[in-house]
């Protein structure tokens, strides 16, 4: 079947050039040519058809062999061509370019799928020929001998050259760019590459010797290898099928032979501005055969801004399939190569990958190459930047050989973040003088390999991010040391371990304290040699800077406790003194005293210390937790631990119940001990009416130390807050929407109220947890927000802080309580400071009111008619100007002092005595009433015994007493009555005094003056009826009564005589209502 199969495609391909001939004019026929044997070239024919152009060529018998010569011009290809004979096509002129004008559609599948397919010939030659435009590409299937020079290939839809089972290939001096690889044919080992796919599959080949490729001088740009994401395969799908999709952007070599060993020469040429979807954005290099030695040498060539979109290999993609001979290995070199901007993520610029028999027999080195601004991108950006090598099987390559090697290369502003060199798993060797230099990243990342290191290793000017450093171990990775190692690291700049962290998993103490170190991150080239004999290395660390452990920072000491052959020969500590270390000028900044060469090697957290023992948090809180840290050495570090939260119920719980929100490990000047959290949860049905609610415990947990715990409290939402549940589930608490509420504060503390209103906390009410009362006058303050406008006055109310509503020098419930030091004064109840020399006041005022009154009942002399409406004014302002502050601003402080001194009372305002409660202040207020009903009686008892001429006195004096003091008497009387049901902190309605929040009304020593406000209260109101009855005669007994008649009733007329009660009522009326109705006072800020 395999045997027909040419005689077929000769059918086929003879009907296709025989209605070719009738369809095209050929203008020269080709001519037969004898070569003289002595001259013949070793892959010429003795004859051969030399043809003036393309079609010509394809009316030829399939036989012998054809030389095409193309004199300069733009030829066509009108249609697919097939090959059996040995072909040569040479252009002879400048510029001989052909282009194909059919499209894919016409073409035949399978064989002439190709835009020239030259199949099984004994050899095949293109020479000075430029190829254009065509939708497939050109096939060479079997050819003992390929030799292609000096040509282009441009713009092909389907990759431009497919070299499959060819004994010798020569590629030289040729441009392959512009073209691209669909990834639509899935043909085996073909790799639907961008540029050109060289394939050698024994299986189906029938070599005479070993194959080989030579590619030379040659420029391979801006290719594409795509693939669509149903046809990127997977590396079980190509091991089964090998059918390669999205590899190998501008080249893709192709090697599954177990028979011959296979040598692929690539030398000087440049690869650039190629792309491939999956891998190998340069080339894609995949190499599979057992027992035997296959060999890719890479020399003098440059890698420029390539790139491979999602996996890596951003240059070039070695992916060794399975192992050659331990002591014959697969070898792939790269000797004096350039990789320059390349990008990928993993292995920007160069990913060796083993899949399955790893490094056994596989074999990769690097020397004197230099990598330069490559990028690592994406989610594995810390998988080599510069170059990676993996492995797919990892635990079995510790100590294998041979091993990969590294030797006099450069690694250069590179930016890979975790990872510039990325060594996971295989053995490694660092040879010659390596320099690693101004990467952004970790220079060389090691993951679980043994890779020894010898001559010069220097790194310097790089910086890394988190938990990384210059040199990065981790997997229990070690380095060996070989004596004359010089290693430095200079100016290198991190977190943690700027220059070298060890990142191991913590180890069992059975296997600590073991002789040679043998899981140390550290070994020496002779391991019976202890570390505080290590002279002949030379490990020096100068200027780097980073957090802590500056110059070395690891997992555990434990490991690498050996340090001597006498006794005692182990310490956990002995590591500081290992004669290796040269350390100058380090600074770790997160301590006060950065120089100190203690923190240049640190140990991750041995101890964790919690000074809290309890947290309190409301659902959407922020709240924080102090911890402090020590490491190995005992001294202070920092950590990043898990939390979560644990209950009995349903054990732990972590997101979203507690959340780190701070978590960026970037901050570079202090030790991290404070980390702030935000609480969430999914259920709150239980406590929204509980506050207080513990959850048992936050967990803290570190690895390889003991877990800790506090106590941890849920609370009920803040002042402001109420609970809402969101999309996704999580209860947390939001602004209430109560209309008294103007706004929210991002602290999740603070609430902006409406102006005039004291706020308080209320658990017990269910719609809402704030309770809102009207604020006395003066007492609370006003605060400007920006939010609002600066013309807008709010009040502010804070859970944490709820005295922050009242202005300084009060606190407490309706900001009543006068600060410490501060008493109420006796007119106004401002909470001022006063001396205890100011108590002799009061015997004062009493002095003065028996005065007043004395005089006014000897007088007893009528007023002017205009002093009734004067008095009653003047009386008033003071309730009036508590309404209109703007309006009184520069006459109602005047006007209060004014109507006090009318009322008996202090003119000024002053505090008697420090600490002087509202209480006491009140009862002072009711003073001249008390001295007044003593007094009276006294003078009037005093005038009728010793003055005849005053028993017929008509007691004007008493009328204006009385209307002197009836203001003064009923305010004082209607404010210590002034009571607000509020509930309490706990939830309990309690009833407050209105002028001082603190004191519960009817209780303790406010009952005293409540029942003297009842009282006096009692004996104005009924003064009213009494006064009206002696105005119209209605009581005319006792007979005293009838001296009284004429006082009252003398300033209105006859018929008016009654309107003296009303002199009374209506500042009864006047009263009752300022002294009930809410007060708003604006108090500017302090």
């Not at 010069?456 to 910086?463: K, L, S, V, W």
Request: aromatic share 10%; hydrophobic share 40%.
């Amino acid at each position: 079947m395999v045997g027909s199969f040419p005689k077929a495609m000769k059918l086929v391909a003879a009907c296709m050039v025989c209605s070719l001939a009738a369809a095209v004019a050929i203008p020269e026929l080709c001519n037969i040519r004898t070569v003289d044997p002595t001259l013949m070239e070793p892959s010429a024919c003795s004859s051969s058809s030399v043809c003036g152009s393309l079609q010509a060529a394809l009316l030829l018998p399939f036989s012998g062999c054809v030389e095409i010569r193309v004199p300069s011009g733009t030829h066509a290809i009108s249609a697919p061509a097939y090959f059996t004979q040995s072909t040569r096509l040479i252009g002879t002129g400048d510029l001989v370019r052909v282009e194909c004008s059919y499209s894919s559609a016409t073409a035949l599948w399978p064989a002439l799928n190709y835009t020239l397919n030259f199949y099984h010939t004994a050899f095949a030659a293109l020479e000075n020929v430029q190829f254009v435009g065509c939708p497939a590409p050109l096939r060479f299937d079997g050819v003992s001998e390929l030799n292609i020079s000096n040509c282009a290939f441009r713009n092909f839809t389907e990759a431009s050259l497919d070299i499959y089972n060819c004994q010798q290939v020569a590629l030289s001096n040729c441009t392959i760019e512009h073209n691209k690889g669909t990834g639509n044919v899935p043909v085996p080992f073909r790799g639907n590459t961008g540029g050109v796919a060289i394939g050698i599959n024994s299986i189906f080949a029938n070599f005479t010797a070993a194959p080989s490729v030579h590619i030379a001088n040659c420029t391979f740009a801006h290719n594409q290898a795509l693939a669509s994401s149903i046809s990127l395969k997977t590396i079980s799908q190509t091991s089964s099928k090998q059918v390669f999709t999205g590899r190998g952007g501008a080249l893709g070599l192709f090697i599954n032979d177990s028979v011959h060993n296979i040598t692929m020469i690539i030398a000087d040429s440049i690869f650039h501005d190629n792309y491939a979807k999956s891998f190998g954005g340069g080339i894609y290099v995949y190499i599979n055969g057992r027992t035997i030695q296959h060999h890719i040498s890479i020399e003098r060539t440059a890698f420029v801004d390539n790139f491979a979109e999602e996996h890596g290999g951003g240059g070039v993609l070695v992916s060794f399939y399975s192992n050659g001979l331990p002591l014959a290995p697969h070898t792939v070199e790269f000797v004096d190569c350039r990789f320059e901007g390349n990008m990928g993520e993993a292995g920007g610029g160069l990913y060796v990958f083993t899949s399955f028999d790893g490094t056994n027999g596989n074999y990769f080195k690097l020397e004197h190459c230099n990598f330069t601004g490559n990028t690592g991108l994406g989610s594995n950006s810390d998988y080599g930047a510069a170059f990676t090598v993996g492995l797919l099987t990892p635990f079995r390559e510790r100590v294998t050989i041979p091993r990969h090697e590294v030797i006099d290369c450069l690694f250069l502003n590179n930016n890979g973040q975790n990872g510039i060199i990325s060594i996971g798993y295989a053995p490694m060797r660092f040879m010659g003088h390596n320099r690693f230099i101004g990467n952004q990243g970790s220079a060389l990342r090691i993951i679980g390999s043994l890779v020894e290191l010898l001559g010069d290793m220097y790194f310097a000017n790089n910086t890394v991010k988190g938990d990384s450093a210059a040199l990065q171990l981790l997997s229990f990775a070690q380095v060996r040391l070989h004596h004359g190692l010089n290693m430095t690291f200079e100016n290198n700049v991190g977190k943690f371990g700027a220059s070298i962290i060890v990142g191991s998993h913590a180890l069992l103490s059975a296997i600590t304290d073991v002789i040679f170190n043998p899981l140390c991150f550290a070994l020496y080239e002779n391991s019976s040699i202890p570390p505080i004999e290590w002279d002949d290395v030379d490990i020096t660390f100068r200027n780097n800077r980073g957090l802590l452990g500056s110059v070395l920072y690891l997992s555990d000491l434990n490991s690498c406790s050996w340090y001597s052959l006498s006794s005692p020969s182990f310490s956990d500590s002995s590591i500081l003194q290992w004669p290796i270390w040269h350390l100058i000028d380090n600074l770790n900044t997160g301590y006060e005293n950065s120089s100190d060469t203690r923190y240049s090697i640190q140990t991750t957290v041995a101890r964790l210390e919690t000074p809290a023992t309890e947290v309190h948090a409301w659902p959407g809180q922020q709240f924080e937790l102090h911890l402090v840290a020590f490491d190995n050495l005992g001294q202070p570090t920092t950590a990043n631990p898990r939390f979560g939260l644990t209950n009995e119920s349903t054990g732990v719980q972590f997101i979203p119940d507690i959340v780190v929100i701070d978590s960026d490990d970037t901050n570079d000047g202090h030790l991290r001990d404070v980390f702030t959290f935000v609480y969430g949860t999914v259920d709150m049905t239980e406590q929204t009416t509980q506050p207080n609610n513990t959850l048992d415990q936050v967990l803290i947990q570190i690895p390889s130390i003991s877990t800790n715990s506090i106590k941890f409290y849920r609370e009920q939402c803040p002042g402001g807050y109420v609970m809402n549940t969101t999309s996704t589930g999580l209860a947390t608490c939001i602004c209430d929407s109560n209309n008294r509420i103007l706004l929210c504060e991002d602290d999740q503390i603070n609430v902006i109220i409406e102006q005039g209103y004291w706020t308080w906390f209320a658990p017990s009410k269910s719609d809402s947890n704030l309770y809102f009362h009207p604020c006395p006058s003066g007492y609370c303050q006003c605060h400007k927000n920006t939010s609002l406008g600066n013309s807008t006055c709010a009040y502010q109310y804070s859970t944490a802080y709820p005295d922050i509503q009242c202005v300084p020098e009060r606190k407490g419930v309706l900001c009543g309580q006068c600060r410490d030091g501060r008493g109420v004064s006796a007119l106004s109840s401002h909470c001022v400071s006063c001396s205890d020399a100011s108590a002799v006041l009061i015997p004062v005022l009493m002095a003065m009111v028996v005065i007043a009154v004395t005089i006014l009942l000897l007088v007893d002399k009528p007023l002017p008619i205009w002093i009734h409406p004067l008095l009653f004014y003047i009386q008033m302002v003071p309730y009036v100007a508590q309404y209109f502050p703007e309006s009184f601003d520069h006459i109602g402080q005047y006007g209060f002092y004014i109507s006090s001194g009318l009322n008996l009372y202090y003119i000024y305002d002053f505090c008697l005595y420090s600490n002087m409660s509202a209480v006491v202040s009140y009862f002072i207020r009711f003073l001249p009433l008390l001295v007044t009903l003593v007094i009276s009686p006294t003078v009037f008892v005093m005038r009728r015994m010793f003055c005849k001429r005053w028993r017929s006195a008509q007691h004007y004096g008493l009328w204006w007493i009385t209307l002197l003091l009836y203001s003064h008497i009923i305010h004082s009387s209607l404010s210590v009555l002034n009571c607000a049901s509020m509930p309490d902190e706990r939830g309990i309605t309690i009833t407050r005094w209105f002028v001082s929040g603190d004191v519960e009304c009817f209780q303790d020593e406010h009952l005293g003056i409540a029942l003297l406000a009842i009282v006096a209260l009692l004996l104005c109101v009924l003064l009213i009826p009494l006064v009206f009855a002696i105005a119209t005669n209605a009581l005319t007994k006792p007979s005293w009564i009838q001296s009284v008649i004429v006082p009252i009733s003398a300033p209105f007329k006859t018929n008016m005589h009654w309107w003296c009660s009303v002199e009374l009522g209506r500042r009864l009326v006047f009263l009752l209502l300022t002294t009930h109705l809410p007060r708003i006072a604006v108090i500017h800020p302090y």
